[in-house]
T-cell receptor, first 110, second 119 residues
Framework: EDQVTQSPEALRLQEGESSSLNCSYTVSGLRGLFWYRQDPGKGPEFLFT???AGEEKEKERLKATLTKKESFLHITAPKPEDSATYLCAVQANSGYALNFGKGTSLLVTP | ETGVTQTPRHLVMGMTNKKSLKCEQH?????MYWYKQSAKKPLELMFV???????ENNSVPSRFSPECPNSSHLFLHLHTLQPEDSALYLC??????????????????FGPGTRLLVL
């Protein structure tokens, strides 16, 4: 059975304090791994798709990396507006449904 | 309007009421999804429609009834709900839900959700 585990559940950073969020997964053939950002009371906003181990993608202060067992979302010099819940999801070769983790709630304080 | 829209944004209903949630996508996609998001739980896939045909029902109780009249619109009809059904209901769309036969990874784009409270 496909599983996605995100850690930590919650993370508090000071503005400018870089850190990483983890997404560990088990899937029977990975088609893609997705990162989304979700603000309170809103729908998830797409950030990145990673397809194969070794792949990296960047967007502003965010950088996502992928290995055969986990993905990291690195946040460099975060700002308060980066505060949100970050969701990881995997899509298996066997289908198109997304299997989500519970998310990491990030709070960046000034 | 752009992207995926959902109405209403907030809904309070009694256990004996009947209501409907509406989703519309303006992305030219052919697959649409309903998800349920409860506190402290991962997003749960409820239903999938590809080209207006339901292709997945994730063991959802019959008090939830989906309808997809065309590739741009998706409804979720609600009746005799329970308090534990209170949650954020999210609609999403993607290009073709994998039905093209191509081994492609499809990104799903989400709407803002409907916050449902069942009293």
């Amino acid at each position: 059975e496909d599983q996605v585990t995100q850690s930590p559940e919650a993370l508090r950073l000071q503005e400018g304090e870089s850190s990483s969020l983890n997404c560990s997964y088990t899937v029977s053939g990975l088609r893609g791994l997705f990162w989304y950002r979700q603000d309170p009371g809103k729908g998830p906003e797409f950030l990145f798709t990673l397809y194969s181990a070794g792949e990296e993608k960047e967007k502003e202060r965010l950088k996502a990396t992928l290995t055969k067992k986990e993905s990291f979302l690195h946040i460099t010099a975060p700002k308060p507006e980066d505060s949100a819940t970050y969701l990881c999801a995997v899509q298996a070769n066997s289908g198109y449904a997304l299997n989500f983790g519970k998310g990491t709630s990030l709070l960046v304080t000034p | 309007e752009t992207g995926v829209t959902q109405t209403p944004r907030h809904l309070v209903m009694g256990m004996t009421n009947k209501k409907s949630l509406k989703c519309e996508q303006h992305l030219g996609h052919n697959a649409m999804y309903w998800y349920k998001q409860s506190a402290k739980k991962p997003l749960e896939l409820m239903f999938v429609y590809n080209f207006k045909e339901q292709t997945e029902n994730n063991s959802v109780p019959s008090r939830f009834s989906p309808e997809c009249p065309n590739s741009s619109h998706l409804f979720l009809h609600l009746h005799t709900l329970q308090p534990e059904d209170s949650a954020l209901y999210l609609c999403a769309s993607s290009q073709d839900g994998g039905t093209s036969g191509r081994a492609v990874t499809e990104t799903q784009y989400f709407g803002p959700g409907t916050r449902l409270l069942v009293l």
